[in-house]
């Protein structure tokens, strides 16, 4: 019968499913994010050159060779070694301001969402109010009174202006966990509220935290790349945004140096990418709809989906051929059968046949 | 509270918040416009600088919340001050010879943007796994990748080795700007790449973003009861879906609209366009403290008013709004 197919799955054969069942654009993502991690870590470790080195006898751009392998810029520094180190303070800073703007965010949030009222009301004030001012322009104006402004100050004003949108969202996620049986429950027992907040409310806040803070990191990243760029941030150390800011300033473009002007941006392009991916998955990970068209099929010019497209539909659809054989042998296979599992994977097969079954 | 009076305290806040930033910013910082002044004219006598603080109502006079008031009194006259760079020229004649530049720019380019990206996302979302869907990737690199290196990239293809496009500027240096078709003609040329450019990398997010919601929205029983009984596939998709999933995009636009100024900034910058965003980068590197503030002010109330226009056209589109308090 149906349950005994479905049982007799091998467990390595379900744990390898429950890991293919994370999106694989969130894999790629954690993937390339973990790559670079890894250049943060180790990279100025690993840099052949000196990256302020200087080549006191050049005056353009060496292309890619033997001894510096993504060429030189207009004075003989290496480009990799740039490169290898500054891929850590720009990821260094994207954390950084990730973890404190995402703490703000989750502070504020769970306090607005939790306590409601008066405490509400000026806590969603204050955070709708961050969120329209502009963040940029508020940025350059600051750093242009600070013109020697190092990595901690650009992380502290991104951190203050980077938090609204995350606590946003959490409030309106904790309004609805407050309001939920299980929450209730606990508040019967006599349970103390920082216990509610930490162990019933915060543990089912978790992909929303983390795609807000994945989202916090990539607009730190940009951002602090984009004012580096403009000459705003930190010059005096090696960062993608320095590095960008330098092939700007030497023209590198003009030269036609893509060795040297194509890594950086490249990079924080990837860097990007990887955090968009991250929180792409993590997205289709709390709503299942958003995953692959594989139950999507079109009859007659009219594109019919699956009205209810869950993760119990598409593993039923992997081993329909295996079901349809067990309901075969079973005979009708819906009469003595009662086990809640069995009616519902008959009842997802019949909804997840429509149209194929029906209209041929 | 209804939805709109709502939004408008937010607003009002923001406004305050933006204004008594912008006050404290050059009381708590270094740097100050009468030295910087005194760097740029060398030949001015020590004795000149009581008189240029009385210029520049810098020196400080008063007690602070005497002087907050007196920057408020001065800003709700549209007084913003002298610029230290156009100098004798004030703020607010700087200002409104950059303001146009920018907006009908960014503005344009803002709202072909997001028209094109919605569209795209409906149609990606309808042809689920279609040629658009799977182009998905690339529009996301387009998300991610810096909007200054795509400009530079633009600006070597197109203007340096094709010679299509001006390499930057607003116009040709010799005409004098002023409603004539010379200049006018000039003007948009210089344009088309900055907003091309722009459009590009912005109209992903809408693309993506309504994507999204449109795959949920189709999921609904009430889109497949629509598809059930029979209506033209137009019809489901424009008036069914589309209409229902668009909701989040016109939210979203009210809150971007922060970082397409934000965005116009470095756009500027690149392509050396005489608005307000290269404006505010030429008053930060030359020191132009006035000058710097009141484009932040102005920046601050543009981005507010506008949120404010996009609520009102919210609750417009979302009669919801209009019968409970949602927020």
């Known amino acids: 019968m149906a349950v005994a197919v479905i049982s007799t ?11 293919r069942s994370v999106p694989l ?12 991690v890894l250049v943060a870590i180790i990279g100025p470790y690993i840099a052949p050159f000196d990256p302020s080195a ?23 520094g290496d480009v990799l070694s740039q490169l290898l180190v500054g891929v850590r303070s720009t990821v260094v800073l994207g954390l950084v301001t990730g973890v404190v703007a995402t703490f703000l965010s989750v502070v504020i949030g769970v306090s607005a969402g939790f306590l409601g009222g008066f405490a509400d009301e000026g806590l969603s004030l204050l955070s709708n109010a961050f969120l329209v001012l502009p963040a940029l322009p508020l940025l350059v104006v600051i750093l242009g009174y600070l013109p020697n402004a190092g990595n901690i100050v650009t992380a502290f004003v991104l951190s203050i202006l980077g938090w609204p949108w995350g606590a946003r969202v959490i409030r309106a996620q904790t309004m609805s966990l407050r309001s939920r049986d299980f929450v209730a429950a606990s508040r019967e027992t006599g349970e103390r509220t920082w216990r509610i907040i930490f162990f019933e409310i915060l ?22 790349v984009a004012l580096t760029f403009l000459g705003l941030g930190d010059l005096s150390s090696w960062s993608l945004g320095s590095m960008l800011y ?19 941006g490249l990079c924080v392009a990837f860097l990007g990418m990887g955090l968009v991916l991250l929180n792409f998955g993590l997205d289709e990970l709390g709503n299942p709809r958003l995953r692959d068209a594989a139950g999507q099929r079109k009859i007659g010019g009219h594109a019919w989906r699956p009205a209810d497209p869950t993760p119990v539909l598409r593993e039923l659809q992997l081993s329909q051929r295996q079901l349809a054989g067990a309901l075969a042998a079973e005979g009708s296979g819906l009469g003595g059968d009662t086990s809640s599992t069995a009616r519902r994977f008959v009842g997802g097969h019949r909804r997840a046949g429509r149209g194929r079954g029906d209209v041929q | 509270m209804s939805f709109i009076a709502r939004r408008l305290a937010t607003y009002i806040f923001a406004a305050w918040i933006a204004v008594t930033v912008n ?7 270094p740097g100050n416009v009468v030295t910087t002044m005194m760097a740029r004219f060398p030949s001015l006598q020590p ?9 520049f109502g810098v020196g400080h006079a008063g007690s602070l919340i005497h002087q907050y008031f007196a920057y408020l009194v001065n800003l709700f006259h549209g007084n913003l001050g002298l610029s230290t760079n156009y100098y004798p020229s004030s703020v607010a004649t700087v200002l409104a010879q950059t303001i146009p530049w920018t907006l009908i720019l960014v503005g344009t380019a803002t709202v072909i943007s997001f028209a094109l990206g919605t569209l795209l996302g409906i149609l990606a979302a309808w042809h689920r796994g279609g040629l658009l869907d799977q182009l998905l990737p690339a529009f996301t690199f387009l998300q991610a990748v810096p909007y200054f290196f795509l400009a530079l990239l633009a600006i070597d293809a197109f203007a340096l080795h094709w010679h299509l496009f001006p390499n930057g500027g607003g116009y040709v240096m010799p005409l004098v700007p002023g409603w004539h078709w010379r200049f006018i003609q000039s003007a948009v040329y210089h344009s088309i790449l900055p907003a091309l450019t722009l459009i590009v990398t912005s109209m992903a997010g809408w693309m993506l973003q309504m994507r999204n919601v449109m795959i949920t929205t189709i999921g609904e029983d009430y889109v497949l009861a629509a598809q059930a009984k029979g209506l033209a596939n137009r019809r489901v998709v424009w008036t069914y879906a589309a209409r229902n999933a668009i909701l989040p995009n016109i939210a979203g636009f009210a809150i971007s609209l922060g970082f397409v100024v934000a965005g116009a900034l470095v756009m500027e910058f690149v392509f050396s366009y005489p608005g307000v965003g290269y404006t505010l980068y030429n008053a930060v590197t030359s020191d132009d403290y006035p000058l710097m503030q009141g484009i932040f002010l102005l920046i601050a109330m543009a981005v507010l008013i506008a949120n404010l226009l996009a609520d009102a056209i919210y609750v417009i589109a979302d009669p919801r709004t209009r019968t409970r308090a949602a927020y």
Do not use: C, D
């Open chain 2, 23 to 29: 006050f404290f910013i050059p009381r708590l910082m």
């Open chain 1, 246 to 264: 330098w092939v700007q300033n030497q023209n590198a473009l003009v030269l036609g140096a893509w060795w040297w002007f194509a890594p950086p």
């Open chain 1, 203 to 224: 543990p089912n806040e978790v992909s929303l935290i983390a795609a807000s803070f994945v989202g916090t990191v990539l607009y730190a990243v940009l951002t602090s």
């Open chain 1, 25 to 36: 654009k969130a894999k790629l993502g954690a993937l390339i994010i973990g790559a670079f």
């Open chain 1, 9 to 19: 799955v091998p467990a390595a054969t379900r744990r390898k499913r429950s890991l």
């Open chain 1, 54 to 76: 200087i080549n006191s006898g050049q005056s353009l751009p060496l292309g890619p060779n033997g001894v510096h392998l993504l060429g030189t810029t207009s004075f003989g």
């Open chain 2, 47 to 55: 004795g000149a600088m009581k008189a240029l603080e009385a210029e």
